[in-house]
């Protein structure tokens, strides 16, 4: 096809695993950059790219960038359109699709990234919020086998990454997913059996062991 | 696919996010029927269509609900023929939904923070990230409108920009918005608020001012 296709990412990030998860599963042939995000060490092609946030990922097309993850996977199941949609064809399946992407990416998001970056009675709260995102995503999900139905769709590949860092939020926050939550433990060790997902989602060892670092240099008790 | 089908729409009559959903159903030649929603005393219907957020605006298309205004925005895009409210190329459509976030992300709370935060250096922290956030609008600003030579999704997005900004700035006397800073947006506002879709579901201003005005005074007299 001729196109270039450059990604650029920070291999403990939710978003930028989205965006890898969404290339792959297009078979898009693609180069990854790893951007060494957390020690602000941008390079000179992420800020060219992405001047007004500074942030991965950034999925470069033929010179032209696309930025914000949820974004990146529209553009990307809009270009290239011929296999494994990840949006549903009709409007309003599309809605439902964006609503509930959105509400990984604000509500979701939000929750889970207080329980391991506070303490006491505030994290407390947060991961009871956190638990009870979960619990309505899996009524959304019910009986089907993917978000997107009987394949990976927007929402699985907008939620997907937080598996990553399940270890993360279950220490910090004291509480087992597995117990709170079956079936989204279910669903994303259905999603991990994609090579899409596989090859993209970092261990949650590693992932824990970052966040401890993380809270050590920002000074977090 | 549009005529006999049932559509509604609840909303406040002051809500920017609200106005986003009338302008696009308007702009596609919807007819829909709207329900006032009061937000201290929030609906049976509003509660069961938006149980997740609680939230206007909601878009019920026969009895099938829509939430978030700008995912409202998209589906009435794509469930309607005639005005194309999103570009039809895909990387320019990217562009659109990056430009509305990007408001709703870094204008709106800075917005929110500069006029009701209680800690004043919060409120001068949200101002100066107001301002630089309108900067980055303005020097991205072309064309007569966001989407070019007609309104789309950003301009519908960006319209707090043109009507409430100025309204909780003269209200609250803050510091974030001025036409000699941002020319390229003054002018914009000019023509997005003499657009006759928009013009026609406005409030009126001095309702929204004295609105406001009452909210600072609450606050003031409250210290």
Known sequence: MGDEVILLGYWPSQYGMRARIAVEEKGIQYEYKEEDAFNYNKSPLLLEMNPVHKKTPVLVHNGKPICESLIVIEYIDEVWNHKSPLLPSDPYDRAQARFWADFVHRKVYDAAKRIWTTKGEEREGEKNEFIECMKLLEQQLGEKPYFGGDSLGFVDVAFVPFYSWFQVYEKFGNFNMEAECPNIIAWAKRCLQKQSVANTLPDQHKVYDLAIWIRKKLGIE | ?223
């Open chain 2, 1 to 223: 696919m549009a005529s006999n089908q049932h559509v509604k729409l609840f909303g406040t009559v002051r809500s920017p996010f609200v106005k986003r959903a009338e302008i696009a159903l308007k702009l596609k030649g919807v007819e829909y029927e709207y329900v006032e929603e009061s937000l201290s005393n929030k609906s049976d219907d509003l509660l069961k269509y938006n149980p997740v957020h609680k939230k206007v605006p909601v878009l019920l298309h026969n009895d099938k609900p829509v939430c978030e205004s700008l995912v409202i925005v998209e589906y009435v895009d794509e469930a309607w023929t005639g005005y194309p409210i999103l570009p039809s190329d895909p990387y320019h459509r990217a562009q659109a939904r990056f430009w509305s976030k990007f408001i709703d992300d870094k204008v709106f709370p800075a917005a929110f923070k500069a006029a009701w935060n209680p800690n004043e250096k919060e409120r001068d922290k949200g101002a100066e990230e107001a301002r630089e956030a309108l900067q980055i609008l303005e020097n991205k600003l072309k064309g007569k409108f966001f989407n070019g030579d007609s309104i789309g999704l950003v301009d519908l997005a960006a319209l707090y920009i043109a009507f409430w900004l100025p309204l909780i700035q003269e209200a609250g006397g803050l510091d974030l918005y001025s036409g000699e800073k941002y020319p390229k947006l003054e002018k914009w506002g000019h023509e997005i608020l003499n657009h006759p879709v928009v013009k026609g579901v406005l409030p009126p201003r001095d309702n929204v001012l004295a609105i406001y005005k009452t909210r600072f005074q609450n606050i003031s007299a409250s210290k």
